[in-house]
């Protein structure tokens, strides 16, 4: 049987990552989560999302399939089962796992006994990234080696560090204590750059000189990052580069941020952050003290940019100026503190095809289509 990863009715609550993605894409840990369930199962998986995003994935035949919701974060025990299932569904808790084919009856349901862990909101992404680390550690290193590095770094503590072929490591230190330290193929540690694991580097990312990494985060491929991050995930191909904090926060693709920008991830009276809500179109309470700042593919900030605690910024914002913008960014946006206005359609894309060719990667008519998609469909979010 085929296996599905399906966004059905979770796409709205996991906007502005979703708009440009099936939540399977979400990288979460070293992995995306469709990577992961690859790797568990052995299998290649397809996608199923909305239909303006459909163009990006490649779809089997329901009949003939097991449909796995996309929010789902496998490990061996589910995978084994879920593999295992040659008819009906598998639960837990009332919540679906999996069903073979388009099967909705309740009849046939078998209970599954293990532990389950999903997304269920924005901030499960850096909530479960440390756990996600080191599970997805075991699975892609288990029974390798590890290439050796330069003998100015400081390595110590007493998780793995393991590093891939044709990386530069120099005069960093490395803290193991806490977690294992994962850097990807072709990427490069400059000096002075102080890491604590968990964490995790993805291929031909740049760690800059004299960065400073917290526990519990990943920059995903083709990164470049300085300053200071704690508890932040970077999906890929995304520019921290210089100083500033950010913390508790998730950053899409083909994002820049100018120099010392900063996000604050802990309100001054202490309270419980409140997060835009493009499902409810209201500020939900997060159940967090900490969380920071939620950031759309495409958009940029410009230098000394201020993020207020629990800020939601769409897709190809640009952001610039003195003062905090508000907590809620619209896609499409030009602006900052004193006001936005509309970010003319054409102007991003002529924005999008070039800092895309910087990294080889075409901007598609697939692509386009999605943006004129996002940017037509609800003026709110814009």
């Known amino acids: 049987m085929a296996f599905i990863l399906s966004d059905n009715g979770f796409h709205d609550r996991f906007k502005p990552l979703s708009l440009t993605r099936s939540i399977a894409d979400f990288r979460v840990g070293i992995l995306t989560i469709r990577e992961k369930w690859e790797k568990y199962l052995g299998e290649r998986v397809y996608v ?227 997060l835009w809500s493009y499902e409810t179109q209201n500020f939900e309470n997060t159940g967090l003290q900490f969380c920071g700042l939620i950031f759309g593919d495409h958009s940029k900030c410009g230098i000394n940019t201020m993020f207020n605690t629990g800020t939601v910024v769409g897709v190809s914002a640009n952001i610039f100026g003195a003062g905090f913008p508000s907590k809620y960014v619209p896609s499409f946006s030009w602006g900052g503190a004193s006001g936005f206005t509309e970010y003319k359609l054409e102007t991003a894309f002529e924005v999008m095809a070039r800092v895309m060719a910087r990294r080889h990667v075409e901007f598609t008519d697939t692509d386009k289509a999605i943006m004129k998609h996002i940017f037509e469909s609800n003026p709110n979010y814009r």
């Not at 084919?101 to 499960?124: C, I, Q, R």
Request: aromatic fraction near 10%; charged fraction near 20%.
């Open 48 to 274: 199923r999302t909305e239909q303006y995003l459909q163009a990006k994935y490649n779809l089997a035949n329901d009949e003939d399939c097991i449909v796995i919701p996309s929010v789902l974060l496998p490990d061996y025990n589910l995978a084994k089962e879920i593999k295992s299932l040659k008819s009906g569904r598998l639960v837990k808790d009332d919540f679906v796992l999996a069903s073979v084919g388009a099967n909705t009856s309740s009849s046939a349901d078998a209970e599954y006994k293990g532990k389950v862990y999903m997304l269920k909101s924005l901030t499960d992404i850096f909530s479960y990234n440390g756990m996600e680390i080191v599970r997805d550690f075991e699975l892609i290193t288990s029974g390798r080696l590890t290439e050796k590095i330069s003998s100015t770094n400081v390595v110590f503590g007493k998780y793995p560090l393991f590093v891939e072929k044709g990386c530069t490591v120099e005069c960093a230190t490395l803290n193991t204590n806490d977690g294992p330290i994962y850097i990807g193929a072709n990427s490069e540690v400059m000096e002075g750059a102080n890491i604590r694991g968990p964490f995790a580097m993805c291929e031909h990312s740049v760690l800059k000189m004299g960065a400073k990494m917290y526990g519990d985060t990943t920059v995903g491929p083709w990164c470049k990052v300085g300053g200071e991050l704690s508890n932040v995930v970077f999906f890929g191909y995304s520019n921290k580069a210089h100083d500033g904090f950010l913390g508790n926060s998730v950053v899409g693709e083909w994002c820049n941020f100018g120099a010392d920008s900063n996000n604050s991830n802990l309100k001054n009276n202490y309270a419980d952050v409140k």
